[in-house]
């Protein structure tokens, strides 16, 4: 999963600040050579990285490569305790809301007198995805690895029985106010154990069998594959300029109304009280058949066609207010610990991850879409020849409907006012008014 863990990214900082060393200086000093250590969170990718890592020690002999997946919260937390004891991973993936703090905190290594030396052409990832990656004080701390956007998953024989088309499915609507066309199938595809659906008379919202949404958490500050894509619809921004901003919206009606719009669907019956989905896998949830739609990133893609007994379509996410669609759009980079031992070696092999070399591999495995352009369209053509359609996930590039994650400094310490404040919110204990208390706390973080 990319999305982030409030209470880990807290705990996280403390860490960090705890164990800021001096490092951060660019470098490609020493000899490429050694055993280096490589982590990553998805273990969809696993199998493509161990090829790309047995590749790369074939025309670098001298130097070996062992990976480590973890799961993503303990990822994160084994990382920044590493920070701490000086035993880090040489190479890891890195996430666009922890490398601020990471760099703030002299825990990456700079690698631009080697992009400079080795001719990196930045030129040859998709648009905007390099400048993602240098921080406020000018230095790049990671070269792309791949992006994301949002979509929506549905099991196709509960909107055959419900009535509904692949083509109503990809033109579906929503506004905050009845919540449109969206809202009228999530309703209809939520049955209770009665059989009654959600829009029919005598509807059971607490006993419901299947969910017509499934939910995955409050989304905390960013709901990237929870709201974001509904809140970007209607002009609203995470904060006052991305990169970099020092403002955040909490406050702002037109992100309450959908907050308050889109928790409601629980109060409804129409999609999970928050309580019920902690340390539940909203993704085995929809394979198991409990929910009809999930919205969820595009690294999901095989998992959420992988279920047995279930056919799974792919829809665009709805439509907003002005007719447009919105989707947050992610990239993901491979970093250098400042505190490796094979700064050579390790800048070598994160060279070699963001190259067509490595990537053509990952794209030939229909897992991810990688940030070389030409590796990007390969990796359609061979979920394309799996059978699987990703025009939903790829349109929203090409349409120009993406909007960046949000980037900023403090971004744990806004996770941990925003997480607690969500949550209240998702689950009913408080209106979506009181978000702009915690707007406060949060712009307070800046000044």
């Not at 017509?212 to 300029?241: A, I, N, R, V």
């Not at 990239?331 to 610990?337: E, I, P, T, Y």
């Not at 979506?432 to 915690?438: D, I, M, N, P, R």
């Amino acid at each position: 999963m990319k999305r982030t863990l409030g209470a880990v990214a807290a705990a996280a900082a403390i860490a960090i600040s705890l164990a800021a060393c001096s490092g951060g200086s660019s470098t490609t000093a020493g000899e490429a050579k050694g055993d280096i250590n490589y982590w990553l969170w998805d273990a969809n990718q696993l199998p493509a990285y161990q090829q790309c890592a047995s590749d790369f020690t074939k025309i670098n002999p001298d130097i070996k490569v062992k990976i480590t997946q973890r799961g993503y919260g303990d990822y994160w937390t084994t990382l920044t305790n590493g920070f701490v004891a000086g035993n880090a991973p040489d190479v890891f993936a890195n996430h666009l809301s922890k490398y601020p703090e990471f760099a703030d905190k002299k825990q990456l290594l700079a690698l631009d007198d080697a992009v400079k030396k080795d001719g990196i052409k930045l030129d040859v990832y998709n648009e905007g995805l390099a400048d993602l990656w240098v921080a406020q004080d000018g230095k790049r701390y990671g070269l792309p690895k791949d992006w994301d956007t949002v979509a929506m998953f549905y099991n196709k024989a509960m909107t055959d029985a419900a009535g509904i088309t692949p083509e109503q499915m990809a033109n579906l609507d929503w506004n905050p106010k009845d919540g449109g066309s969206y809202e009228k199938a999530i309703a209809h595809l939520t049955l209770d154990k009665n059989g009654k659906r959600g829009d029919e008379a005598g509807f059971d919202k607490n006993n419901v069998a299947t969910y017509g949404l499934g939910l995955e958490s409050s989304g905390t500050g960013q709901g990237q594959t929870q709201w974001s894509f509904l809140t970007g619809t209607t002009g609203w921004t995470h904060t006052d300029k991305n990169p970099w901003g020092t403002k955040f919206n909490y406050d702002d009606s037109r992100f309450q109304d959908t907050i308050k719009w889109w928790a409601g669907l629980a109060d409804k019956g129409y999609m999970p009280k928050l309580e019920t989905t902690v340390g539940a896998s909203v993704s085995d949830a929809f394979g198991a058949g409990k929910a009809a739609i999930n919205t969820q990133g595009s690294w999901m893609i095989g998992q959420y066609t992988s279920y047995k007994g279930i056919e799974t379509g792919i829809a665009p996410t709805p439509k907003g207010p002005d007719a447009k669609r919105a989707s947050m759009f992610n990239g993901l980079a491979d970093s250098v610990w400042a505190g490796t031992k094979n700064p050579a070696a390790s800048i070598k092999w994160v060279e070699y991850l963001a190259s067509s070399a490595c990537q053509d591999v990952v794209a030939s495995k229909a897992v991810v879409f990688p940030a070389i352009k030409t590796s990007s369209e390969k990796a359609a053509e061979a979920f394309k020849a799996k059978g699987i359609d990703v025009s939903a996930f790829t349109t929203q590039v090409t349409d120009g409907t993406t909007f960046l994650f949000p980037i900023t400094e403090n971004a744990a310490k806004v996770e941990g006012l925003m997480g607690p404040a969500m949550d209240a919110v998702v689950a009913g204990k408080k209106d979506a008014s009181t978000l702009s208390e915690t707007n406060e706390k949060v712009n307070a973080l800046f000044k």
